[in-house]
C-alpha cells in the first residue's frame, strides 16, 4: 500500500546524563464506521521526558477505505539547573482499511508514514569539552502499521491499538558529547547516534472516549519497545488526554 504520508515523533527531553532520542506519540484511532464520517482527535501528550500537542483526523472516502493525516509538537522548557533542554515535531499521513465486524465492534488497520525532527542542547557540556557546540539534531523517518480493535457506542469507545514503527535517523548534525551511563568514559553522541540510527518498535496503547455522540473526553496511554536496541535512549510510554470530534455521514 503506498500511501502519502508523514508522520513521526522525535524527541524534546534529556536524561540527567545523555540526550533522549525519540519519545512516543499517542495514536489516533478513528472507529470508522460508514462512507465520508469523520473523526477529529488533538490534545496533550506527555512521557517521561517529553511534553506536547497534537492534533490528527481520518475520512472515510469509501464504505471500507480511508485517509489518515496529522502531526504533533514536541517541547521542553530549558532545565534552569544545567540550562539542558529540547524540542522537536513531526507530520505523518497514511491510508487504510476499516470494516464493522459486529454492531459495536470496529476493526481497522492504517499504513503509515511519517517526518520529522529533533534537537537536544546540553550547552553547559561546551566547558568540559570547548571543541565542541553542545548540541545534536536529526531527521527522522518513520514506516509504520497501526491495526486496531474497538468498541465504538454513542456515548462510550474503547480500543485496542498495535504500532509496528520503523524509524531512521538521517542528517544527523551538531557536536554533543556526555559522559557514558557509567560515568566514567565521554562518548559522541553522533557517534552512537549514527551507530544505531535503524529502530524497530511495537506500541501497544488502551484508548478510552466518553462523552456526547458527536465529542467525548479521550484519554490514551501506550508503551513503546525497541526491539532492535533494548537500551536505546528513549521514553517507554505516554500518556494523552484530549478531544475526540466524530462528524457522521450526512452531517
Same mark, same amino acid.
Given at each position: 500500500m503506498k500511501t502519502l504520508l508523514l508522520y513521526f515523533v522525535f524527541l %524534546? $527531553? &534529556? %536524561? $540527567?546524563? +545523555?540526550? @533522549?532520542f525519540y519519545s512516543p506519540s499517542s495514536q489516533h484511532v478513528? &472507529? &470508522?464506521t460508514e462512507e465520508n464520517e469523520v473523526a477529529v482527535s488533538g490534545g496533550y501528550v506527555g512521557s517521561e521526558s517529553a511534553e506536547g500537542m497534537t492534533l490528527k483526523a481520518a475520512y472515510a472516502v469509501s464504505p471500507n477505505w480511508a485517509l489518515m493525516a496529522g502531526g504533533s509538537l514536541y517541547f521542553r522548557g530549558e532545565d534552569t539547573n544545567n540550562a539542558k533542554s529540547g524540542s522537536g515535531g513531526f507530520v505523518e499521513g497514511g $491510508? /487504510? #482499511?476499516?470494516?464493522? @465486524? +459486529?454492531?459495536?465492534?470496529?476493526?481497522? %488497520? #492504517? /499504513? *503509515? *508514514?511519517? #517526518? /520529522?525532527g529533533m534537537n537536544n542542547r546540553f550547552p553547559q557540556s561546551v566547558a568540559d569539552y570547548p571543541n565542541t557546540n553542545g548540541k545534536i539534531n536529526a531527521d527522522i523517518f518513520g514506516v509504520a502499521v497501526q491495526p486496531s480493535l474497538g468498541f465504538k457506542s454513542r456515548f462510550f469507545d474503547a480500543a485496542l491499538? &498495535?504500532? $509496528?514503527?520503523?524509524?531512521?535517523?538521517?542528517?544527523?548534525?551538531g557536536s554533543l558529547i556526555t559522559q557514558n551511563s557509567d560515568q566514567e568514559t565521554a562518548g559522541s553522541q553522533q557517534t552512537y547516534l549514527s551507530d544505531h540510527r535503524g529502530n524497530f518498535l511495537l506500541e501497544p496503547a488502551l484508548t478510552l472516549r466518553g462523552g456526547l455522540e458527536y465529542l467525548k473526553l479521550q484519554l490514551q496511554t501506550g508503551v513503546s519497545f525497541n526491539l532492535s536496541h533494548p537500551n536505546f535512549p528513549q521514553d517507554a510510554s505516554w500518556v494523552s488526554v484530549g478531544l475526540v470530534y466524530r462528524r457522521p455521514a450526512g452531517r
Open positions: %524534546t $527531553a &534529556l %536524561t $540527567a546524563c +545523555s540526550p @533522549v478513528p &472507529l &470508522l $491510508a /487504510g #482499511y476499516f470494516k464493522q @465486524v +459486529s454492531e459495536k465492534f470496529v476493526f481497522e %488497520t #492504517y /499504513g *503509515l *508514514l511519517s #517526518y /520529522g491499538s &498495535l504500532r $509496528a514503527n520503523r524509524i531512521n535517523y538521517m542528517n544527523i548534525r
